[in-house]
């Protein structure tokens, strides 16, 4: 995400890192050019204009002048703005103090709604809650079933008095069974438009007012820029909106949208949804978003995935097996499935630091590589998998033809395994202390 944003950033950083000393001129020329990249991300305007002359009344000070690292001071300038205009601390959803809780989700037709109210409901259940989903789109085709299919995969009930009720009158039937079933979260997905008009709003408004709901989330893309921006003020001219959950966010690769709707609007980020699956919806931090977009890395998310991911008595037998030298096969494939579940490679390598949109400019991540790896060892035989050494050319050729690959594919995966075995076994050694370094390169699946 923001790849094209971060990599223009990261050159206007580079520079003046590289200088030892600043001058006015240099901080002039260096925002002009952070001014350029952020308009050419479609950031608001008015937002650049602020975020520039607040940047530049900071690193024109005598403190810069006299620092040893006057360009790391205006980097820091820079990234302590971003974060202030992003929002500052994290925005949590607000849940009542006497369930349950109601949040109404808003928008376009098109933005994301109903697929980001079933994201939003398995977040709340994954907390503890026992959410109860919403249907009152009685007019897009198919909306209905949409949520039902969605409730149906994640085991959340769903509301739905069809297609002839009113969407007050289904509220109003959803909360009395809410409290019938014993549900502290009430998730309303609202019909959308595709443009912004009276009517609409004026349903919506009713609804807000006849089910008084604790939050109103607005579902805004993040790829339409400026757009995202103007409508987040209208829906919250009409609404008076809580926060916004911003979808599509891993194909945003400018940023316009993240960067202007909390300093346009006054309203923050709650969520971004940063893929396809329901389990790609995470709470928006303004200090992670900004260290990724400046190529810095986002650590605590990636560990919090890892946490969330890894099954941790997996993960300490891994370890002994690490220790001893017993790593097979199935070891193998057991890591790169975890690894594969916490979300695409790209995604993960962006948040550790270092790796940013320039440095992973040549590199390139094959998912599909990853799939063939797993077919070749899901076409092994258990023993196979523990003792590859038994693995023959007429072994070879079966799995090759049981995983639709060729015997090469067979042979690389051989030569990957044996490269981390070799690779475990000088770990084991420098750990006892007979190790004096060592040069590896991980064998991972990048072309």
């Known amino acids: 995400m923001f790849e094209s944003l971060q990599e223009k950033l990261g050159n206007i950083f580079r520079k003046l890192r590289g200088r030892g000393k600043l001058t006015e001129k240099d901080v002039d020329l260096a925002l002009r050019e952070v001014r350029q990249a952020l308009l050419e991300a479609d950031v608001n305007l008015k937002v650049v204009r602020d975020f520039v002359k607040k940047v530049r ?24 703005e971003l974060m202030e205009l992003m929002g500052s601390t994290s925005s949590r959803l607000e849940l009542a103090p006497q369930p349950p809780t109601v949040i109404m989700i808003v928008g376009l037709h ?12 398995l977040h709340l259940k994954e907390k503890g809650h026992h959410p109860l989903l919403v249907a009152t789109d009685i007019y897009r085709p198919a909306a209905i079933t949409q949520l039902q299919v969605l409730g149906e995969k994640l085991e959340i009930p769903v509301y739905t008095l069809g297609e002839k009720q009113s969407p007050v009158n289904i509220c109003n039937g959803a909360m009395k069974t809410a409290a019938q079933t014993g549900r502290d979260v009430v998730i309303v997905d609202t019909a959308g438009r595709l443009h912004v008009d009276e009517e609409l709003m004026k349903e919506l408004v009713e609804m807000r007012d006849s089910i008084k709901p604790h939050q109103v989330l607005l579902v805004v893309d993040a790829m339409t820029g400026q757009d995202a921006v103007n409508i987040a003020e209208k829906f919250n001219q009409a609404l008076n909106i809580d926060g916004v959950v911003l979808t599509k966010l891993d194909g945003d690769a400018r940023g316009g949208a993240a960067l202007s709707v909390k300093a346009v609007t006054g309203k923050p980020i709650k969520f971004v949804g940063t893929g396809e699956k329901l389990e790609a919806l995470e709470v928006f931090h303004p200090d992670r978003m900004t260290s990724r977009i400046l190529g810095m890395g986002d650590v605590l998310s990636l560990i919090e995935k890892a946490e969330a991911t890894f099954d941790m008595e997996k993960a300490e037998e891994f370890e002994r097996k690490l220790r001893t030298q017993e790593l097979s096969l199935d070891d193998f494939l057991q890591q790169l499935q975890q690894v594969r579940s916490m979300g695409p490679l790209d995604q993960l390598l962006g948040m550790i630091p270092g790796m940013s949109a320039g440095a992973m400019k040549n590199v390139a991540v094959d998912e599909r590589q990853l799939s063939r790896i797993e077919a070749i060892i899901q076409s092994m035989t258990p023993l196979e998998r523990n003792s590859p050494v038994v693995l023959n050319a007429s072994r070879k050729r079966r799995i090759a033809n049981g995983s639709g690959v060729q015997v090469a594919d067979v042979n690389r995966l051989l030569k990957q395994y044996d490269m981390a075995k070799k690779m475990v076994k000088q770990i084991a050694h420098m750990g006892k202390g007979k190790g004096k370094g060592m040069g590896m390169n991980f064998p991972f699946p990048f072309q």
């Not at 024109?60 to 990234?79: D, I």
């Open 57 to 80: 009344e900071k690193a024109v000070g005598e403190a810069v002048w006299k620092s040893l690292t006057p360009g790391q001071l205006v980097v820091k300038f820079v990234k302590d």
């Open 110 to 121: 098109g933005s994301g709604k109903t697929t980001s109210s079933g994201k939003l409901a």
